[in-house]
Structure formats: structure tokens, C-alpha cells
């Protein structure tokens, strides 16, 4: 077969044409820092990469949640803390109250109006929200744990749990389903009020609620545990994601530079040689 100049010149092009397309490839993979910037890069990389991306954002979206889980126990924890307060004063009050050497009707008349600012400020408590949400009020996060004028409620929904996802299969209960206690801390200030129980019996009664509420803390405190450890789980979690994806995606720059540098290397041989091969024209002999 004849090889004529313009055979030579259209695959000196095409050589020419597909030198730039690799370097244009492997410099856009250093502006970038990845290895592909496209589907049609590669295939395979390109759907690994997929994969590795959404396992990302879902670990990313389980740790919003246990944001969230930790914005509901912290806030629980903090709450039955005020309510222990209000306990620990009351006790001190209705103590000081059975004394009767010392305490006058009018000395017991100052306690009770204290007994019942704490009352109003245990109350106060029942009704604590996270954002928009009654914490206290199971599923009926709307509506408050209690009313004034009515009391507590007795709606069944305020024994339901609220859970969180925070992995694969694993809920975490974030509410406390605390209002029999509540109620119970009410009774027991009107009993006090009434004269119903004396200030004597009213010590044990105290130091009965304070129990009930030592246990409530004590399940908030293993749930704050665990939500610790999920969420050391998903910082791990993470990482390895993270890893696996940088692994897939992100280019060797030492490698590429070296590529990009013999890519040149090869071009401008190509060049070399194409201004050989291409036939003088006229206009070089004029010249």
C-alpha cells in the first residue's frame, strides 16, 4: 500500500489530537485532585464512588440525629436536676417545719407559701421543651405535660417512648416517661397543704420522690451512655468512609505529575517529528 503525504499528516493529526486529550485528561485530574471528573472517566470508579458518597451523608445524617438525641437527654437530665433541687429544699423545709420546739404557726405559714412556689416551679419543670416540643408529653409533644387549672393529663399518649434512629436498625429512646412521677410529686404538696400528712410523715415522703427520681436520672444517664458510644461508632464510621472514598476517587499527585511530565515529554517529540514528516510548501521555498 502507498503511504502518501496526506496519510502521514492525518495520522501525525490524530496522534497530535489524542497527546492533548491525555494531557487535558491528566490536567484537569491535578486541578481537581480526582480521578475522574465524569462518568465516562470511569465506569467502575465512578458508581464505587456512588456508593462510598451515600454511606457518607448517611453517617453524616445518623450523627444530626444523635445531635438530637443528646439535645433531648441533656435537656431531660437537666430538668429532673432542678426538679432534685426544688426536692432537696423541700425536704429542708418540712424538716424544719416537724421541729416543733422552735416553730411557730406563723413560722409554718412562711414554709408552706415556699413549699408552694416550689410546687408552681416543679410545674413549671413538667412543662420543659426542646425547640418547639414538650419533652415530658410522650408522643403529644405538642401539648404540655400540665395545665393549670386541670393538673396533669391522663392522655395515654404521654407514656409513649420517642425514638431516634441513629444507625442501622438501632432506635434510641429519647423522651422520659416521667409523669406518674410528677403527679405523685404533686399529690404529695397538696397532701402537705391539706394537712393530710404531717410535716413528720412528709420527710419520708421526700425522701420517697427524691428515690423515684434518683431512678429516672439513672436511666437518662445510661441512655446519655450509650449515645456516647453510637456516636464514637459513627466518627469511626466516618473515617473509614471517608477513607474508602478518598481511596476510590482522589488521585497519586506524585504519580500524575510524573505523568503529566512524560505525557510532555511525548508530545513534544511528536511535534518534533510532525514538522518533519509535513511536505515543504511553496511558500517555505520563497521563503
Known amino acids: 500500500m502507498r503511504v502518501t503525504q496526506s496519510m502521514l499528516s492525518s495520522n501525525m493529526l490524530r496522534n497530535l489530537t489524542t497527546s492533548y486529550s491525555k494531557m487535558g485528561k491528566l490536567n484537569e485530574q491535578l486541578t481537581t485532585g480526582k480521578k475522574v471528573n465524569r462518568p465516562s472517566d470511569d465506569p467502575v470508579v465512578a458508581m464505587r464512588g456512588l456508593g462510598y458518597r451515600m454511606q ?29 433541687q426544688a ?24 414554709i408552706k407559701s415556699e413549699l408552694d412556689q416550689l ?12 425547640g418547639d ?67 413528720d410523715e412528709a ?4 425522701d420517697g420522690m427524691m428515690d423515684d427520681l434518683l431512678t429516672e ?8 451512655n450509650r449515645a456516647e458510644l453510637m456516636d464514637d461508632r459513627l466518627q469511626t464510621q466516618e473515617g473509614i468512609s471517608k477513607k474508602q472514598m478518598s481511596l476510590n476517587e482522589d488521585i497519586d499527585f506524585e504519580k500524575v505529575i510524573t505523568e503529566m511530565i512524560s505525557q510532555e515529554s511525548v508530545h513534544r517529540a511528536a511535534l518534533s517529528v510532525g514538522s518533519r514528516i509535513i511536505q515543504p510548501s511553496l511558500v517555505d521555498f520563497l521563503r
Not at 418540712?94 to 411557730?104: D, F, L, Y
Not at 420527710?203 to 421526700?206: D, E, N, Q, S
Not at 436520672?217 to 446519655?224: E, L
Open 217 to 224: 436520672r439513672a436511666d437518662v444517664g445510661a441512655r446519655q
Open 56 to 84: 457518607v451523608d448517611k453517617v453524616a445524617q445518623y450523627q444530626r440525629n444523635i445531635g438530637e438525641v443528646n439535645n433531648w437527654l441533656d435537656s431531660t437530665d437537666d430538668a429532673l436536676d432542678k426538679v432534685g
Open 87 to 110: 426536692l432537696h429544699r423541700t425536704k429542708e423545709l418540712v424538716t424544719n417545719a416537724a421541729n416543733t420546739g422552735t416553730m411557730t404557726d406563723a413560722d409554718r405559714d412562711k
Open 119 to 130: 410546687r408552681q416551679q416543679i410545674q413549671d419543670t413538667a412543662n420543659t421543651k426542646v
Open 133 to 199: 416540643k414538650y419533652i415530658f408529653s410522650g408522643t403529644k409533644t405538642e401539648t404540655p405535660l400540665y395545665t393549670k387549672g386541670t393538673g396533669y393529663g391522663n392522655d395515654p399518649a404521654f407514656e409513649q417512648d420517642i425514638t431516634i434512629n441513629v444507625f442501622d436498625g438501632v432506635d434510641l429512646n429519647v423522651n422520659s416517661k416521667s409523669v406518674a412521677m410528677f403527679k405523685d410529686i404533686d399529690d404529695m404538696f397538696q397532701q402537705i397543704e391539706d394537712g393530710t400528712i404531717s410535716f
Open 203 to 206: 420527710i419520708g415522703a421526700v
